[in-house]
């Protein structure tokens, strides 16, 4: 979708067009997704709730506009170049020019393991050699490596990443032994727990517990001072200001410098956006826009790091009884 300007209503109408499609060819709309952009855009189609006609309308629209767009004239599929450059050079030329395009065989089943844990990878390949280990991360996604590398013992990261730094081809005895690696750990996939973000859910329970929850946060320091403040983290998710009052949040927006506002609303969901600009003037708004416009796309790391800052005042804030938080979404009767 190409109309809408912000990230977060593109994915809002993704997410719309998803759901207006049904479960089968939404899933294999779902199936050609990253794993972050399966992440983000499952992430808003949980969240939606009381659509109204009109927006199911407008993004439905938009999306066959774009499609009338397109020339229909489709890239050749693999298959097709696969058979004609068989006849052309041979299949072992035919082979060389197709992993060139679309990456070597084996990325489709690496792709499979970004939903595998780098912990439980790490434990797996550390037990390779390191030549193994450092072509192993080699192919899989830059976020998952760097993750995985951390899972490994500190003493083979250094050799890990200097061989993977050395790589320049694969040979193809070694991307065997790799396929063969990867097939394994596919199979041993299946039998893997499920994950479960415990500090969420104790954050969670906390949160509806307002006589006694912090009281309980500052026994669990006592206990183990990095999983409490992981719990109290997610205590203070950004997403609850969405769920404020507006004084609440008219005292945490005049807390906040306009520039940090700009920095962590990017690509932020509409309900908080909406909710964050609700208590501010026109005017405000006109600047905190035209500040979002020049800093342009940031990087995902600089934008949780400001949205943190922002709920370490709001935590200050509610810590000196300024403002009243509402910490979970409770259900209101009239």
């Keep these: 979708m190409t109309q809408p300007t912000s990230q977060s209503n593109r994915l809002e109408q993704a997410a719309i067009v998803l759901l207006s499609m049904g479960e089968e060819p939404a899933a294999a709309v779902l199936r050609c997704l990253s794993r972050e952009e399966l992440l983000e855009v ?7 709730s009381g659509i109204k006609v009109d927006a199911v309308r407008n993004s439905l629209q938009r999306f066959f506009d774009d499609y009338r767009e397109q020339s229909g004239v489709h890239g050749a599929s693999r298959s097709f170049l696969q058979r004609s450059l068989d006849i052309a050079f041979g299949s ?3 082979r060389s020019v197709l992993n060139s395009i679309y990456g070597d065989a084996i990325r489709p089943k690496l792709a499979r393991l970004q939903w595998a844990s ?5 434990e797996c390949i550390s037990q390779e050699h390191v030549r193994m280990q450092s072509v192993f991360l080699a192919f899989l996604p830059p976020g998952l490596a760097s993750e995985v590398i951390a899972a490994l013992p500190a003493e083979n990261r250094e050799a890990v990443l ?10 193809r005895e070694l991307l065997s032994e790799l396929e063969e690696l990867v097939d ?3 199979q041993n996939l299946d039998l893997q727990g499920t994950s479960v973000s415990g500090a969420r859910q104790v954050a969670e329970i906390l949160n509806r517990l307002p006589d006694t929850g912090a009281r ?3 026994r669990l320091r006592d206990l183990d001072t990095s999983t409490a403040e992981q719990i109290e983290r997610s205590m203070y998710d950004f997403y609850l200001l969405s769920r404020q009052t507006e004084p609440t949040l008219q005292r945490i927006v005049d807390a906040v410098p306009l520039e940090q506002w700009a920095v962590a609303l990017k690509g932020a969901e509409p309900a908080l956006r909406e909710a964050i600009l609700r208590p501010m003037p026109r005017r405000q708004i006109d600047s ?4 979002m416009r020049r800093t342009g796309p940031l990087p995902r790391s600089r934008i949780e790091q400001a949205r943190r800052e922002i709920m370490d005042v709001v935590k200050r804030l509610a810590d000196a009884g300024e403002i009243d938080l509402q910490l979970f979404a409770e259900a209101v009767v009239e």
């Design 42 to 48: 499952t992430g808003v189609m949980s969240r939606l």
């Design 92 to 94: 072992d030329i035919a």
């Design 118 to 122: 780098p912990r439980w990878l790490a």
């Design 162 to 171: 200097l061989h993977m730094a050395k790589l320049t081809e694969v040979d």
């Design 184 to 186: 394994r750990f596919l």
């Design 216 to 218: 309980l946060v500052e």
């Design 288 to 291: 905190l826009e035209e500040l």
